[in-house]
């Protein structure tokens, strides 16, 4: 009897103690699954209005003063696989040697997971001091909810190496909450050895030869374009291409920006253009199946003549050595001349380092990501894998000839229009990317879109 | 007053499970109903809307929860009328004393073990369009004109799903089932047997009936189980192609983490509460009237 009582005692002391056991865990081990790059919005125009600028919120103590040791903790999306991921370990590597009193704990994560972990510290108020945020509404949810350092007083300092254009993507109510650390814009990649087989030298300059070279291809049994379905911001990378190209950038990025409605009669019409591609036949049926990663892999195996996607691509092609001879880019030709023109690019400046506002080092950890975010922009650069957001500077020769020729095309641009994914807020956003799936899936034509859309965006 | 002792230290003893059981399943439904009535983004302060989440849920054009729903029960039609007898019908053949049973045992129950996310990329590969196991087997019995893109078309996506949850949870449900049939006693088998009932008789008239409370559990298993499906249509097809195999469980991802609807989640959460329970006292009163 008196066993028992010591038992039942000694079971409800362990359910009692198991009941305080919930304390506060470190971050997790980083998931270095491959990760998918993501579609970087960028404009010059300011972000949405509706991001009210937080006000500078002082970190709770910047317990660092000049040459004492730091610790700062960082999180980004440069994963093993990730095209950016030699730019970042280069770039930490000299700020090492730079500074031997500040050490950077740095984890990568999977994009798409990133997305989940970065909002869930946000709300936990359990960020790391240094983040990676994509430009736009998406850093400009967290800047409204006061989460953000602001960082006036650290890119100071950089204003004749940092144009102010390109912070515009990062700028609330005219203070500045991120460093951008890279630029890219949609491509229309092709393969020039299928375009050969069809009769093309170069990539036809108008929509016209264009659709005709997809025919053309078509009938030789090739695939004309490669989209990755299952990730809808692949098809937004052709999507907002054919609506940039027909209703002009102006009054596309209105409509991102909500100064103006859905509603439009000529975007539904641009919607129609797009989906007479895909019923024309000239998409992988079984791109609706595959990644991103898959589809960019079977564009370099020579399976797509064309591959719309992100300029960030242009190291992995230009590193694999067999393939980069065959690979040229190229802007997508204009649809309707009378509203759109080129020079005007889906793209910017979205790749960004922003500072949790909660750092006890928010001053350093500010320091800290404007220089580091500088020579991430330069190894990028150099690998390719980005155009420059900042002034580029030293020997810069030896960047690929992709890159260039994108460099080439930026600078006969004059406007940029923002990834509607992210220059939307989140809900937006992903409203807008659900009728894009159903745009591509045949299930909405562009009148059901644009009604859709204007009535279902808050 | 050794009433009021006794009283007490019952109550004691039960404080630490009631305070688990509150603080673990019954604050975080009342904190979920509660957000439900409110416009949150998670990060700023919230706006009380009233039964507006609701409302939208059914209505959004971009939303589809009742697609989800739809497709939610599905899996769970399939779980109940595919895998449950099927789990049933190995039960009740390792209860006969085979040869190997223990390794049977094992081998079905495998699946169980192996988590989900490699299922996952397993089954993806199985599906790939161009270099998968499926499509390979097709052309080679010549029968290529039946090749799809299996997570990538409409009308094959949501069976996609269905065939690797099949096959991953029939073990779990069969060693339920098999622990039951172990227990029926022998003398009644053999009574059934020397009255002239052959083996698959003894099994339906005898041991089904005696191991009826579990098959009851494992149906409650079975569709709560699908209703909260998550993960193996998270890897398998995110919920496409096109939302067509969006179920509430990756309706709720997108709600919280990627539309920043902290509101719409909670509300999304509150529905699939009420719909578990409801099926949960639907199945129990089925079985209720039948065995009275």
């Known amino acids: 009897m008196k066993m028992k009582r010591v038992v039942s005692m000694l079971l409800a002391g362990a359910m009692v103690l198991s009941l305080v056991a919930c304390g506060s865990t470190p971050a997790p081990a980083t998931d270095t699954a491959p990760a998918a790059d993501t579609a970087a919005p960028a404009d010059d125009a300011a972000p949405a209005d509706d991001a009210a600028p937080a006000d500078d919120a002082a970190p709770a103590d910047d317990t660092a003063s000049a040459g004492e040791p730091v610790t700062l903790t960082m999180w980004c999306i440069a994963t093993e696989s990730d095209s950016n991921r030699h730019a970042y370990e280069e770039a930490i590597k000299e700020m090492a040697a730079n500074h031997p009193e500040i050490t950077l704990d740095w984890e990568a994560f999977e994009n798409q997971s990133y997305k989940t972990k970065i909002k869930a510290a946000v709300q936990a108020d359990e960020m790391p001091d240094i983040f990676f945020t994509w430009s736009c509404a998406f850093l400009g949810d967290f800047v409204a909810a006061n989460k953000v350092y602001c960082l006036d007083d650290a890119l100071a300092k950089y204003s004749s190496e940092l144009p102010e254009v390109m912070l515009g993507n990062t700028t609330y109510d005219g203070k500045h909450y991120g460093v951008p650390t890279t630029m890219n814009i949609v491509g229309l990649f092709a393969n020039m050895d299928l375009l050969k087989q069809v009769g093309y030298d170069e990539i036809p300059g108008t929509y016209d030869e264009f659709i005709k070279c997809c025919d053309a291809l078509k009938g030789a049994g090739i695939i004309p374009f490669g989209c990755a379905g299952k990730e809808t911001w692949c098809v937004t990378e052709y999507l907002e291409s054919v609506i940039e190209k027909s209703v002009g950038a102006d009054a596309l990025n209105d409509i991102f920006l909500g100064r103006e409605t859905w509603n439009n009669a000529d975007v539904g019409a641009a919607v129609d253009t797009f989906q007479g591609l895909v019923n024309n036949g000239y998409f992988d049926p079984s791109g609706a199946g595959l990644t991103n990663d898959e589809v960019k892999a079977n564009f370099m195996a020579g399976k797509y003549a064309f591959y719309m996607n992100g300029t960030w691509n242009c190291a992995d092609f230009a590193a694999d050595e067999a393939f980069f001879p065959k690979v040229k880019v190229a802007e997508f030709p204009v649809i309707n001349a009378d509203k759109a023109k080129l020079g005007q690019l889906i793209g910017g400046p979205s790749d960004t380092l922003a500072v949790a506002a909660s750092s006890p080092n928010a001053a350093v950890a500010a320091d800290y990501a404007c220089e580091l975010g500088k020579l991430i922009c330069h190894y990028g650069y150099l690998d390719g894998c980005g155009l420059p957001a900042w002034t580029p500077y030293g020997d810069t020769s030896a960047v690929n000839g992709l890159t260039q020729a994108v460099s080439e095309i930026c600078a006969k641009a004059d406007s940029y229009v923002l990834f509607g994914d992210t220059a939307m807020n989140a809900d937006d956003a992903n409203t807008y990317l659900s009728y894009v799936d159903q745009v591509y899936g045949c299930q909405v034509n562009g009148t059901q879109f644009i009604e859709g859309l204007a009535n279902d965006i808050r | ?292």
């Open chain 2, 1 to 292: 007053m050794k009433k009021l002792e006794k009283g007490f230290t019952i109550f004691l003893f039960l404080l630490p499970a009631l305070l688990l059981f509150i603080g673990i399943l019954i604050a975080p439904i009342a904190v979920s109903v509660y957000r439900s009535l409110y416009d949150w983004d998670g990060f700023s302060k919230a706006t009380f809307i009233g039964l507006e989440n609701y409302k939208e849920l059914f209505t959004s054009g971009s939303i589809k929860f009742t697609v989800s729903l739809k497709n939610a029960l599905i899996l769970a039609f399939f779980s109940v009328f595919v895998q449950l007898p099927f789990a049933l019908f190995l039960a009740l053949l390792l209860g006969r004393k085979v040869k190997a049973e223990r390794s049977f045992l094992s081998i079905f129950f495998m699946p169980v073990l192996i988590s989900t996310v490699v299922i996952g990329q397993l089954w993806l590969k199985i599906y790939n369009p161009d270099y998968g196991l499926l499509n390979r087997f097709l052309d080679l019995v010549h029968l290529g004109n039946l090749k799809h893109v299996w997570v990538g078309e409409v009308e094959t996506a949501l069976g996609s799903i269905i065939v690797p949850t099949i096959w991953q949870y029939v073990g779990y449900h069969m060693l339920l089932m098999y622990a039951g049939v172990k227990g029926v006693s022998l003398d009644l088998r053999e009574a059934a047997m020397l009255d002239g009932a052959t083996k698959w008789q003894v099994d339906r008239y005898v041991v089904i009936p005696i191991i009826k409370p579990i098959i009851r559990v494992s149906v409650i298993f079975a569709v709560t189980g699908s209703l909260k499906a998550y993960d193996l249509v998270r890897i398998l097809t995110e919920g496409g192609p096109f939302k067509t195999t969006e179920v509430p469980s990756t309706l709720l991802e997108e709600m919280l983490f990627l539309r920043n609807r902290y509101g719409m989640g909670s509300t999304i959460s509150v529905m699939l509460i009420i719909l578990c329970f409801a099926f949960a006292l639907a199945i129990t009163a089925a079985f209720k009237d039948r065995e009275a």
